[in-house]
């Protein structure tokens, strides 16, 4: 069955600092991916997500993040994080990849940011 | 404004009762998604409604069930509680089936079960 780890549960920075934020999925073959946001006290919104084409994909408040295959990986990168980017991250693969609705969360990594 | 409706915002259930969850999907949208998220992990999938029937189903018991109705809104119930069902209860709307229309999630509700 298909499972996502994100190894980063709490990552800590400062203002203008990058970002960089792990994920890995288990099982090969056709995947569909995303990232999700949730801002204290909001609801989980979507960041970005990938289905194919180029691997490198942009989302949205200057976040991208990079499709690996060999690797198994989706990390989500910013340049500089900004207060306003406080909040908790969630990496999703669609599971079957054929039909949508249900997703296989990571566990998710809470982002602070100091200002 | 999320769009997608949940209620109550929050309740309180005693072990081996029962509850029932609703939720109005966002405007525009036919499919609903259950989730559970428990204390600091990520959603987990209970099982998904289109045009109501149950479409997909996670690795959940049948205490667990649901229902949609015409107008496209959602219940989850869940029989006998457990401790372990307290949980954050996410709902989901997307249009249709397919893979290209993104999930919009609601606030959610938060059960606790003493």
């Known amino acids: 069955a298909q499972s996502v780890s994100q190894h980063n549960h709490h990552v800590i920075l400062s203002e203008a600092a990058s970002l960089e934020l792990g994920c890995n999925y288990s099982?090969?073959?056709?995947?569909?991916l995303f990232w999700y946001v949730q801002y204290p006290g909001q609801h989980l919104q979507l960041l970005l997500k990938?289905?194919?084409?180029?691997?490198l994909v942009k989302g949205i408040k200057g976040f991208e993040a990079e499709f690996i295959k060999s690797k198994f990986s989706f990390n989500l990168r910013k340049p500089s994080v900004q207060w306003s980017d406080t909040a908790e991250y969630f990496c999703?693969?669609?599971?079957?990849?054929?039909?949508?609705?249900?997703?296989?969360f990571g566990q998710g990594t809470e982002l602070s940011v100091k200002p | 404004d999320a769009g997608v409706t949940q209620s109550p915002t929050h309740l309180i259930k005693t072990r081996g009762q029962q509850v029932t969850l609703r939720c109005s999907p966002k405007?525009?949208?036919?499919?609903v998604s259950w989730y559970q998220q428990a204390l600091g992990q990520g959603p987990q999938f209970i099982f998904q409604?289109?045009?109501?029937?149950?479409?997909q189903r996670g690795n959940f018991p049948d205490r667990f069930s649901g229902h949609q109705f015409p107008n496209y809104s959602s219940e989850l119930n869940v029989n006998a509680l457990l401790l372990g069902d307290s949980a954050l209860y996410l709902c989901?709307?997307?249009?249709?089936?397919?893979?290209?229309?993104?999930?919009?999630f609601g606030n959610g509700t938060r059960l606790t079960v003493t």
């Open positions: 989901a709307s997307s249009s249709g089936l397919n893979i290209g229309s993104p999930l919009h």
């Open positions: 099982y090969g073959g056709t995947v569909n």
């Open positions: 990938y289905f194919s084409g180029d691997p």
């Open positions: 999703a693969v669609n599971d079957p990849p054929n039909q949508g609705g249900k997703l296989i």
């Open positions: 405007s525009g949208h036919d499919t």
């Open positions: 409604y289109y045009e109501e029937e149950e479409r």
